[in-house]
């Protein structure tokens, strides 16, 4: 399915007593949908109040925000409801979408990961019609506010590859990922999770090299954690503690051949000095432009520890 149509309304976009912005705004997403089709990640029924990040561009600003996608299915939430949170980056001002609007949401393929694209109609725009025409066989308690339709066929939207000016992670996702108190290393990022979105964060460019070979859905990069996963090392799948390096970075920053310094430098190993890496020694990597969620020092400084100067893979101890 490539398209997911819904009629805004205003419980979800913070309306309350006639006011706007009086609460938290998101898109509430059609059960029946969830039932029927892949469009949104699928969650375990079995998890409490369970929540992914995806990625969701605005099309009037092409700017790639991490939003979350929650399954309230806690007692708090009678209805169960799905929600897809919104955020200053892709609603800006909390105006962009106002009820009675119409937003379409495109899903399409970009690099192997699934991203969503959005678009909003209001009553001022010809293809608000056009909707309300494609949607006109629904019975008449499905038109109304909360309206939602799903399909292949939407010849009037532009379906063009984008390219994104950025990446944004939403600060509820930030919150869901941080460690929580009293558990400092809780892996509170899945590793599929962890993997898409720093690739995004860095702009689908090596940290170190600033380059990158895409072809498909292939690439030369992966996303490395600085703070190893393996026992005993134990690191948590955190944003703060990955970096995207190419395959030759990756294998030589596991095996200690160099690490990072805490001005953000590359220090080659001693021995190395004489082989390719030293083109780098001394050189800043690039970092991901939210503060948040740049390499955090303390990984780093594990990394320079415990890792740095081993000179062998990390299961051979």
Not at 162 to 181: A, Y
Request: glycine share 6%; charged share 25%.
């Amino acid at each position: 399915m490539k398209f997911y149509i819904r009629k805004l309304n205003a419980q979800e976009l913070g309306y309350r007593g006639g006011r706007v912005r009086e609460a938290g705004r998101y898109i509430l997403i059609s059960k029946e949908l969830q039932r029927a089709t892949n469009f949104f990640p699928i969650f375990n029924e079995n998890d409490v109040e369970p929540s992914v990040s995806i990625g969701c561009v605005n099309n009037i600003n092409n700017i790639l925000v991490y939003c979350e996608y929650v399954w309230h299915n806690g007692s708090a939430h009678r209805g169960k409801d799905l929600r897809l949170y919104l955020n200053e980056n892709i609603d800006p001002l909390n105006s962009f979408f106002n009820k009675d609007d119409y937003l379409v949401i495109l899903k399409f393929d970009s690099n192997g990961e699934d991203l969503f694209r959005m678009f909003r109609f209001n009553p001022a725009d010809n293809e608000y019609n056009l909707i309300e025409n494609l949607i006109s066989f629904l019975p008449n308690n499905q038109k109304g506010r909360g309206a939602h339709y799903w399909t292949n066929e939407m010849d009037f939207i532009d379906q063009r590859s984008i390219n994104t000016i950025r990446t944004i992670v939403s600060q509820r996702t930030i919150n869901r990922i941080n460690p929580r108190l009293g558990n400092p290393v809780e892996n509170t990022h899945t590793q599929d999770e962890f993997k898409k979105i720093i690739r995004r964060l860095y702009n689908l460019k090596c940290a170190v090299s600033g380059s990158s070979i895409n072809y498909l859905h292939y690439t030369n990069l992966q996303a490395a954690h600085i703070k190893p996963v393996l026992n005993p090392h134990n690191g948590p799948h955190r944003l703060d503690n990955g970096i995207l390096l190419n395959l030759d970075l990756h294998h030589a920053f596991d095996r200690g051949y160099f690490t990072i310094n805490d001005d953000y430098k590359i220090k080659v190993h001693e021995k190395l000095i004489n082989s390719s890496l030293n083109q780098f020694n001394n050189q800043s990597i690039n970092l991901p432009v939210d503060e948040n969620i740049k390499p955090s020092l303390d990984y780093i400084r594990y990394h320079r520890e415990n890792i740095f100067g081993r000179l062998r893979p990390l299961r051979n101890d």
